[in-house]
């Protein structure tokens, strides 16, 4: 990748990991889909009025079918999903599942045959980078069942079509304007579920965890998130999973005061192996798939 696209991805996934944390605090008193109003009304109400100063809102209707369909994919029911089932399984299967998505960019890169052929480097870098998040979140299903598990492979499915879309039929939108038109439809959405399952108490803390879930990994991470894609391709940007995970448990032992175990001294290098692998251009041993 190029210095740009390091960068971005870096960035990606300390936004990304921090989700983690603060839905696990969030979910205590908010309804799942309260907290998907929460995540997106915000940000659409800031990034609405500064398209509209840009005249760009004629060109957010041009693609409004392509960008709702994006928010629905890649938010609008994987987020409801993924807070739902928190509820139930460890936050550790939560994120070992979450990392099935490169995994799933590679069939789908396999059935479009687009961007570079996926060579074997690329291919060993996703197999060690699974290994490392074994490692680190380990392989413990307590407490998990075949329909939450199900539930998230339903959102890993959902993260891996949204960047598509992006490349495929937005593209040539605007980051903010994709961002405006999507969270503003998904907040649209979850208007009448929130005002029914909204909750008698909001403390300060919750509402702290909802403005950084919402304006910083929500409008900020889309938005870098769009550039992301357009500078490395869908297949590629998807591996930024790998790194989530990594710095997820890397809060949860600063902050959670989690134990630093041997799964994590081992498995985190694996993810930085793995990310490098993953994300590297295809200079040799080409496969044909």
């Not at 809060?251 to 793995?274: D, K, Q, S």
């Amino acid at each position: 990748m190029s210095k740009r696209g390091w960068l971005l991805f870096l960035a990606m996934a300390v936004i990304w990991g921090i989700p983690y944390l603060l839905i696990r605090v969030a979910v205590r008193q908010l309804d799942p889909g309260v907290l998907v109003l929460g995540r997106t009304l915000p940000t659409a109400l800031v990034l609405l009025p500064l398209i509209a100063s840009r005249g760009q809102l004629p060109l957010l209707r041009r693609n409004f079918f392509w960008i709702a369909t994006f928010a629905v994919v890649e938010f609008g029911v994987p987020w409801f999903l993924m807070s739902t089932s928190e509820k139930h399984i460890t936050s550790s299967l939560t994120s070992l599942l979450i990392c099935a998505v490169p995994l799933f960019a590679v069939v789908a890169q396999r059935i479009r045959r687009t961007e570079d052929h996926i060579n074997a480097r690329r291919l060993v870098g996703l197999a060690i980078g699974a290994l490392g998040v074994a490692f680190l979140v380990g392989l413990d299903l307590h407490g998990g069942s075949l329909k939450w598990i199900s539930l998230m492979l339903i959102v890993g499915l959902g993260y891996t079509i949204g960047p598509i879309i992006l490349v495929t039929k937005l593209a040539h939108v605007p980051g903010p304007v994709v961002v405006a038109g999507a969270t503003s439809f998904v907040a649209l959405c979850w208007v009448p579920w929130s005002i029914a399952h909204w909750p008698q108490h909001i403390s300060g803390e919750t509402w702290s965890c909802v403005a950084v879930l919402s304006m910083v990994c929500t409008g900020g991470a889309i938005l870098t998130f769009f550039e992301l894609v357009k500078e490395v391709g869908s297949t590629r940007s998807v591996v930024v999973t790998y790194f989530n995970t990594a710095i997820a448990v890397v809060l949860g032992i600063a902050i959670l005061n989690e134990p630093l175990t041997a799964g994590i001294m081992v498995g985190f290098p694996l993810v930085l192996v793995g990310c490098i692998l993953a994300t590297s251009s295809n200079r040799s041993l080409t496969v044909a798939v």
